[in-house]
């Protein structure tokens, strides 16, 4: 019985991430602004030349090695999570039109927000562990007693901050992403976490994903 539940998760943890990449690909495309951690990304693609999924994976893993001081134990989820969400981004923002209609571009940032939280929701409720930013900001609040929220606070201020100096796309959509992702992504993880996938286990990513990757 166990087999075919842990298959489930797997199954819920590849769709998850997969979707994850897809969701943002598609903020992307809609040209409105994006959250901090893809401004970050698009700041650096533009003075390197490296496609954006690319050093999405690439600032996953970095993100990753800075786990080690603060004590983070990776799960297989958080590794998956470097490897695939960012290959999703790049496919989506390759083989997709971006649209030049703002009637078009806004309802297409709200459909991948929406997406992205539903994705949260299916990887985070699978129970294999959080994404390398996510796992930064929890490292950070049980290392130096800073509050979650500030934690959050701090590395997302100033991956944005960053990020738009090198020239991200800074915009409406990434004051939507700042107030949407929270609830949206709240909302779906008690909805869609599986029943091996114990509370105390993701507890600390729902409540507050950085979705970017997380």
Do not use: K
């Not at 997406?115 to 959080?130: I, M, Q, T």
């Amino acid at each position: 019985m166990r087999s075919p539940v842990l298959g489930a998760r797997i199954a819920r943890l590849l769709v998850g991430l997969g979707l994850y990449g897809v969701a943002e690909g598609l903020m992307v495309l809609a040209g409105i602004g994006v959250g901090p951690w893809t401004v970050f990304a698009q700041g650096v693609s533009r003075h390197t030349g490296v496609g954006l999924g690319w050093l999405a994976n690439l600032i996953g893993l970095a993100v990753l090695l800075l786990w080690i001081p603060l004590r983070q134990r990776p799960g297989v989820g958080t590794v998956l999570n470097v490897l695939l969400v960012g290959t999703a981004i790049e496919a989506t923002v390759d083989l997709l039109p971006a649209p030049h209609a703002l009637l078009v571009r806004i309802p297409l940032f709200a459909v991948g927000l929406a997406l992205l939280a539903v994705a949260s929701g299916l990887y985070l409720g699978a129970g294999f562990g959080p994404g390398p930013r996510d796992g930064l900001m929890t490292g950070l609040h049980r290392r130096t007693g800073l509050p979650l929220w500030l934690a959050r606070a701090v590395v997302e201020v100033s991956v944005l901050a960053v990020g738009w100096v090198l020239g991200g796309n800074v915009g409406v959509g990434t004051v939507a992403f700042a107030l949407g992702v929270g609830p949206l992504v709240g909302f779906f993880v008690p909805r869609l976490r599986t029943v091996a996938a114990t509370p105390a286990r993701i507890a600390p990513v729902a409540s507050g994903p950085c979705p970017s990757s997380s």
